[in-house]
């Protein structure tokens, strides 16, 4: 790459590397995980700051009573290298002693993981659970993140032009740049005008509800106004303190994740004064990492793609074998759906119309495979993992559920399947990256147009959507809209999808042809990094 291109840093509070490093929950992860891979494939100048996760998100099981339930355990890492710098950030009052690791493994561009597990600290548990505990602990880690990472860069000697925040969690990086200036004698508000012109803002949560907040007095109480007053940070986050608004003010510029996102961002936050403006850089996927190099090759060669893809459709289902006991039939249709457990994604929709879905469930024609875990303290998200458990053992051979979803399952599904299923409310859904890795796979969409999926679907050539881009806002209740997209589902799955592929082979592999030819370029890693150095980070 021109090497004149600025030497960003990028925050993320977590990353989706491997199944086998805990330091991710979910989609935000999974694309820091591949954009800190891209940038290193593509030799852009990043630099990656997480944090060293003890135990991580939960392991989340199925227990005998059929319900989810949440286990930890403390991982060890051979991934890792000390790169013998520690720094220090005050919360609560008390020096905390953060030592720095660097990433060895996976590929990646430099990527560095602060850690507070030392017998020093008092608070050595700050690193330990990934979205776990209440408010103070939240905030202590977004101060290691933020704080302790730009003192971290500065103790490795980077040189950073621009700073990157992947959602809110990083924005207390901010007051830290804020408060170097300060310290060399500037104003606030000279010093906020300046930190400005060096950030820029990933926003992700198109719920409001998911844009992180917290009360003035305790962020004070943690230390985390770093040196700034009250009024400073009301200034900056309202009060109480929103993450969101105080990254939308404190950046120069700042996107959504998809299209239709970036307009729903752009209307989500329009009472925001003084916000910089929400462009739309669509997230796109680490093709190496996600994609069955063989299905692409057979899409662009006139290979075999139907035996290709068999391949990994019969090792989906030893894998589903292997973890469940059931054994799916090879030559009926399954469908695959992986999504964390909220009300919004809709999980169990198809299951609504039991005179509609159950024959075909009963006679084999249709397969489910579930995947998803619920936040730990959310019981509505855990009651949806639960009535999909029911679900398998009222269709034991059609139903599966994959407990405790992680980076392994979703390579499976979204290489193994024969369709991907997602039905959130529109427009809810930020990107939806999993459907990318499918498309790529040759498995075949079926999707409400939200996230990523009107900027890719042609129905009928490419996959199928239903809903007809009807959304939260057409609707006076959200019951008419899931009316509405029932219907869509059913009338798409019994006229389209079933008949095409049991009655039209040719079709549904010419289809799975054009959804890899029609994803591979546009939804690779290596347009959105360009999209980023061209139109945010360059100024």
Known sequence: MNGQLPNTAYFS??????????????????????????????????????????????????????????????????????????????????????????????????????????????????????????????????????????????????????????????????????????????????????????????????????????????????GANNGLTYEQLVEIGGAPFNMTVAALRLSRISNGVARLHGETARDMWKDVNNSSEIISITNAIHLPTWVDENMIKAAEDQGDLWETHMANKLSLIDFVKERTDVTLAHDKLIIGFSRRAVPYKRSNLIFTKSEIIEPLLKEGKLQIVFSGKAHPLDDTGKAIVANIVEMTKKYPNSVVFLENYDMTIGRMLTRGSDIWLNNPRRPQEASGTSGMKAAMNGVLNLSVLDGWWPEACDHGVNGWQFGDGKGISDFDTLEELDSNDLEGLYNVLLNEVIP???????????????????????????????EYFNLMYIK
């Not at 086998?20 to 990043?46: E, Q, R, W």
């Not at 990646?108 to 850690?115: C, I, K, M, P, T």
């Not at 009655?503 to 959105?528: G, P, Q």
């Open 13 to 222: 509070m977590e990353y989706g590397l491997d199944a086998s490093v805990k330091t991710y929950a979910g989609g935000l992860g999974i694309l820091a995980g591949d954009y800190i891979k891209g940038a290193k494939d593509f030799n852009y100048p990043i630099i990656g700051i997480g944090l060293k996760w003890k135990q991580g998100y939960t392991d989340q099981r199925i227990g005998e009573d059929g319900r989810p339930y949440d286990s930890y355990h403390n991982n060890l890492y051979d991934c890792l290298e000390d790169t013998g710098v520690t720094v220090k950030v005050k919360i609560r009052e008390r020096d905390v002693l953060i030592k720095v690791w660097k990433v060895t493994k996976f590929n990646v561009a430099s990527l560095y993981l602060l850690d507070t597990d030392l017998p020093e600290n008092e608070d050595a548990w700050i690193t330990g659970q990934l979205y776990g505990w209440f408010g103070e602990e939240r905030i202590a880690q977004e101060m290691v993140l933020g704080i302790g990472g730009v003192r971290a860069l500065r103790a490795l000697g980077h040189e950073v032009s621009v700073y990157h925040f992947n959602e809110g969690h990083a924005v207390f990086a901010a007051l830290e740049l804020i408060k170097e200036k300060i310290d060399k004698g500037h104003s606030f508000l000279q010093a906020k005008c300046e930190t400005i012109d060096e950030v820029v803002f990933t926003t992700h949560t198109p719920v409001i509800q998911g844009n992180e907040s917290h009360p003035l007095q305790r962020l004070m109480y943690m």
């Open 500 to 530: 095409t592929y049991y009655d039209n082979k040719e079709k549904w592999i010419e289809m799975m042809k054009n959804s890899i030819l029609s994803t591979k370029d546009y939804f690779n890693v290596k347009r959105m990094l360009e």
